[in-house]
């Protein structure tokens, strides 16, 4: 491998088998669980009845990664991007030694010090302190180095009145402060960062982006995934975009980010039931949905302001026997989820049913958005938080603007996302 090289692939490919719950996968599978449990929408899926068929080798095994060949230069900083089951965890995992590849190969040069998951890393027994000095040794670290590191990271995580208690009482935004405190402290050659900073705060997220620009300016290399393009365009000098688990393209972060986007509009033009980036059982799937107007009407676009329903078709095609919760996730047109929209929250379940197809309709008093265009992605699991049917980016709202206040002015479409009914006084 050059000089220059910290990691080089040939052909890599990562074989796995359907519906698997093997020893190492039961606790991601658990956390994961518990992620989703917390947070109503998952990380990650983990029901692949939804794979495309292009990625099967056989009835039970399909290509998580195949043929990855690429090489990354000590010092870059390199964005993973791609949907959900595209396979960017499983990439960051191999080149973290947690799991090997099953054909190919991967040379990686130097420590590697990751954070992939939420507690990943850390035994939840033991204390903060003791996890950090156990990390510090899988790195290679000895008491001494790791002494000399610790009040920073304790101070960078924000843990001080914690440390001394055991993980499994750590929040999980806490969990993640200290995660990622440890692995870019403990000055490893290669940062791997998977995605788990949106559950730490705003702040905490940029002091994060600012430790990793330093770390890259010394001369290390970080790997990243995020699903804030915001994020990714500011970090990131390059980047790869992974569709299906193979590298489809790379170069400059802003061209491979408006390559996805483009993807992603392609792939939100296919009628809804024939949508291939999709995850869950599939025993029931969204198939279709209608936007209606205030009178009713049946409509394209919605207008700012106005009262509207949106209609959502579901197709069912196995037996459903546990109540089911839908979730909405709005983001806007870069991709920036603005909210979320949550059955569970009203204590409202669709029952079991012996029909073949029910619809949900969801009415917006007043829709507070600004003109522009919305992506929905669309969340049915059942009560145990087994994932029924997910697709990102499901449908496009597309709002139009309107004289949102009753002022006979249209509110500027540059300034905001969101409108909001107010008045000013003197
Ligand atoms: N331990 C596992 N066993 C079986 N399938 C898995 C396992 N881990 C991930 N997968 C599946 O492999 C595919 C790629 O997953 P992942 O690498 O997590 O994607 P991403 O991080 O891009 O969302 C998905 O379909 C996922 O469900
Ligand atoms: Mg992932």
Redesign the pocket.
């Known amino acids: 491998m050059k000089e220059s090289l910290v990691i080089q692939a040939n052909n890599l490919s ?1 074989k ?7 020893m ?2 039961l606790r ?2 658990l956390s994961r669980w518990w992620t989703r449990s917390k947070n109503g929408i998952p ?6 009845a ?2 495309d068929p292009t ?1 099967m080798i056989n009835d039970h095994e ?1 290509w ?2 195949h043929d990855l060949n690429f090489e990354i230069t000590r010092g870059e900083v390199v964005g ?1 991007i ?12 191999i080149l973290s030694r947690i ?1 090997e590849p099953s054909e190919g190969k991967v040379k990686v040069k130097g420590k590697v010090a990751s954070l992939l998951e939420v507690g990943t890393g850390f035994h939840p027994e033991l204390t903060g302190r003791e996890n950090v000095f156990v990390n510090g040794a899988i790195l290679g670290m000895t008491r001494r180095e790791v002494d000399k590191k610790f009040d920073e990271i304790v101070d960078f995580a924000g843990v001080a009145d914690f440390i001394d208690t055991p993980i499994k009482r750590y929040s999980s935004g806490m969990t993640v402060r200290l995660g990622f405190a440890v692995a870019a402290h403990l000055e490893p050659d290669i940062l791997i960062v ?2 788990v900073l949106a559950v730490g705060d705003l702040r905490f997220q940029n002091r994060c982006i600012n430790q990793m620009k330093s770390i890259a300016e010394s001369g290390k290399t970080v790997l990243f ?1 995020s699903h804030q393009m915001a994020t990714v365009e500011n970090l990131c000098k390059s980047a790869f975009l ?1 569709n299906m ?1 193979q590298i489809i393209y790379s170069g400059k972060t802003s061209d491979v980010i408006k390559k996805y986007r483009e993807d992603m509009e392609e792939s939100a033009n296919l009628p809804i039931s024939q949508r291939m980036i999709r ?1 869950g059982s599939g025993k029931c799937k969204l198939s279709g949905i209608e936007f209606r107007n205030d009178q009713n009407k049946v409509v394209d676009s919605l207008i700012s302001g106005k009262s509207a329903t949106i209609k959502l078709f579901f197709d069912i095609y196995e037996e459903i026997t546990a109540p089911m919760s839908l979730s909405l996730g709005i983001s806007n047109s870069t991709h920036v989820r603005i909210a979320h929209l949550c059955m569970k929250t009203f204590g409202k379940w669709i029952l079991p049913t012996s029909q073949k197809s029910f619809q949900v309709n969801l009415s917006l008093s007043k829709l507070e958005l600004n003109q522009g265009k919305y992506y929905v992605t669309s969340f049915l699991d059942d009560e145990s938080g087994q994932i029924i049917d997910w697709v990102t980016d499901a449908f496009v709202i597309n709002v139009l603007q309107s004289d949102f206040y009753g002022t006979g002015m249209v509110p500027p479409t540059s300034q905001s996302i969101f409108l909001m009914d107010h008045s000013f006084s003197f």
């Open positions: 990562k796995y088998r359907l519906g698997t719950i093997g190492t996968s991601e599978d990380k990650h899926g983990f029901d692949q939804g794979i990625r399909f998580a990664l993973l791609g949907a959900n089951g595209s396979g960017k965890s499983t990439l960051l995992k799991t998977d995605e995934v992974l688990g995850e």
